[in-house]
């Protein structure tokens, strides 16, 4: 029996496949599709495999010797049991093959070797094994039973033991009375090695003097705002932030800003030399007065004053408006000059086409010769005018001039709605009459009887004259291959014998070569399209028909209706024949 793995795709080889005549020829040009490869699980009913039979399920590729490689997939094989597979093929013999499906475990343990079996002994050396047996060796386990082990009452001694693993307290060993929590887990400093711990305060640190002391300070952190929102400040401490900020800014702190020149409130000192200057201290002879203009301010705080505490805190820069004020005034520029790259050089280069220069951000896209207003506006004022336009659209041979051509063809008063639909409305009337004269006749249509009998009588020629005229012409004028006038001649013609050097006779029989076909419509002719008819007659009761011809190769086209024949029949006329 052949092992395959539960649930996992497998190639098997299917045959040998052999023809179904001979049961030895193998078929190597089957088409095995998996609509063709049915399987039983484990005794059930047979089903089509769920697996593609090669690419696309195109049909499963052939081996060799009328072996083929048949694909199953994880859905064709994940039923553990007995697995048959069969395929029957026109053309050859049937075949099919039996498989058992195991478990993954097993598939691995007996077959691949990765894996081992999963077993339960219940006997040992002729003895039966109950929970905690083996042999004649017995399991400890906790309890006052035979063979059993109670803590209680006696005591286990053991060696060593440096591997905790697996080991652990009950829940509920360690009680109260067993634990005091003010002598618990000293932290000592003597703990050195891989027992030290990294911390700090006394010896005499225990988990209730460090819990103690966290209770302490629990009531402080409340009043400390919490990232979101759901704590705020308390009020006593707000209250007292508030406090200190206020009296610092107004001992230390005085800013003023007074065009070029600036004035100390509390110190009654004018200072010159323009700009922003900070002031720090608190003397009214303004000996700790800081003169801080130009560059950042807050570097020249010196250390421990409160403006180097908020540079330090908020990194916070303050510069020269007069520095600032130089760079706009150097990158406006000037209407005098180029003042290239600045922003009244670029509004000279847009209103100036010469003498100006592009400013370099704009690159070769603006060129002021041409694309500045004056530029622009010379563009314009090349425009032709109005007047020189409409001369143009109405000179001859012009587009507008060939518009009013078709135009003037329009009538000047065209049909409404209602003359249009008036006219649709009397042709319907007239082609309602011509259908009731007509009458279908096969694809095509004719006139009714009662038409042509009340037909007006024309002014051609009577029917005496038009008979004459037909009648009365040369034979010679109707030779015209496919013409009824050729036509209607060779049939006359070659009533009875015809003309001719010698007497031909033809026959027709059925397919045993001896029954005569009579009244079979034999037609002649000189050529194999048989554009060129010569002879026309009908088989008697005899099959034959006689056709008086010149020698020569002669083409016979048979028809009678029931009869299909080959046309045309190749026959070489001579006096032989």
Excluded: C
């Excluded at 490869?37 to 009913?45: A, E, P």
């Excluded at 080959?566 to 032989?576: G, L």
Aim: net charge negative; charged share 20%.
């Amino acid at each position: 029996m052949i092992y395959l793995k539960q649930s996992t795709a497998a190639t098997i080889k299917l045959g040998p496949f052999v023809d179904a005549t001979d049961g030895v020829t193998a078929e190597t040009g089957l088409t095995i599709q998996k609509a063709d490869v049915r399987l039983s699980k484990n005794g059930g009913n047979m089903a089509a495999a769920a697996a593609d039979q090669g690419e696309s399920d195109a049909g499963a590729a052939h081996d060799e010797l009328g072996y083929y490689d048949i694909s199953l997939g994880t859905g064709d094989t994940d039923t553990v049991g007995r697995l048959k597979v069969m395929v029957s093929e026109s053309g050859a013999l049937p075949v099919w093959a039996e498989y058992e499906v195991v478990p993954a475990n097993v598939f691995d343990s007996i077959v691949a070797g990765t894996d081992k079996l999963d077993t339960n002994a219940a006997e040992l050396g002729g003895t039966l094994q109950s929970g905690r047996d083996i042999g004649a060796s017995v399991l400890l386990s906790p309890g006052t039973g035979t063979g059993q082990i109670s803590l209680s009452s006696g005591a286990v001694t053991a060696g060593t033991v440096s591997d905790k693993t697996g080991y652990g307290l009950a829940d509920d060993a360690i009680t109260a009375a067993k634990f005091d929590e003010s002598t618990a887990f000293p932290l000592k400093s003597a703990d050195t090695g891989a027992t030290a711990v990294a911390r700090t305060g006394a010896d005499s640190d225990t988990l209730k003097t460090l819990s103690d002391e966290i209770a302490a300070q629990a009531s402080e952190l409340t009043k400390v705002p919490k990232s979101d929102g759901s704590t705020s400040w308390n009020d006593t401490a707000l209250a007292a932030v508030a406090a200190e900020v206020e009296e610092t800014l107004d001992s230390n702190w005085q800013l003023a800003l007074w065009g070029d020149d600036w004035y100390d409130q509390r110190a009654a000192h004018w200072f010159t030399n323009g700009g922003v200057r900070m002031i720090w201290g608190g003397q009214t002879d303004g000996s700790d007065i800081g003169d801080v203009s130009g560059g950042n301010p807050l570097a020249a705080f010196p250390a421990g004053s409160f403006g180097k505490k908020v540079d330090d805190y908020l990194n916070y820069s303050i510069y020269s408006v007069a520095s600032s004020v130089s760079s706009v005034l150097a990158k406006l520029g000037g209407w005098a000059g180029t003042t290239t790259d600045t922003i009244l050089g670029a509004f000279q280069a847009l209103f100036k086409k010469s003498g100006a220069t592009t400013p370099a951000d704009l690159g070769t896209v603006f060129d002021p010769a041409t694309d500045s207003l004056p530029a622009v506006y010379d563009k314009v004022a090349a425009l032709p005018t109005a007047s020189a336009i409409k001369t143009e659209l109405e000179a001859a041979g012009s587009y507008l001039e060939a518009i009013k051509a078709k135009t003037d063809n329009l009538p000047t008063d065209p049909a409404d709605d209602s003359d249009i639909d008036a006219a649709i409305a009397a042709l319907k009337t007239i082609l309602d009459k011509l259908d009731t004269a007509m009458e279908a006749d096969g694809a095509v249509y004719k006139f009714t009887k009662n038409a042509l009998e009340d037909a007006p009588s024309g002014g051609g020629d009577d029917a005496a004259t038009v008979a004459a005229a037909v009648w009365e012409e040369a034979k010679t004028d109707h030779t015209t291959a496919g013409t009824y006038g050729a036509y209607l001649d060779m049939a006359i013609s070659s009533i009875g014998t015809g003309t001719g050097d010698i007497a031909f006779t033809y026959t027709m029989t059925e397919d045993d070569e001896v029954t005569p076909i009579s009244g079979v419509t034999v037609k002649v002719s000189t050529d194999s399209d048989g554009a060129s008819m010569i002879r026309q007659g009908i088989t008697d009761a005899d099959g034959e028909v006689v056709f008086n011809m010149d020698a020569g190769t002669r083409y016979f086209w048979r028809y009678k209706d029931g009869y299909y024949f080959d046309n045309p029949d190749i026959e070489v006329v001579s006096e032989d024949a």
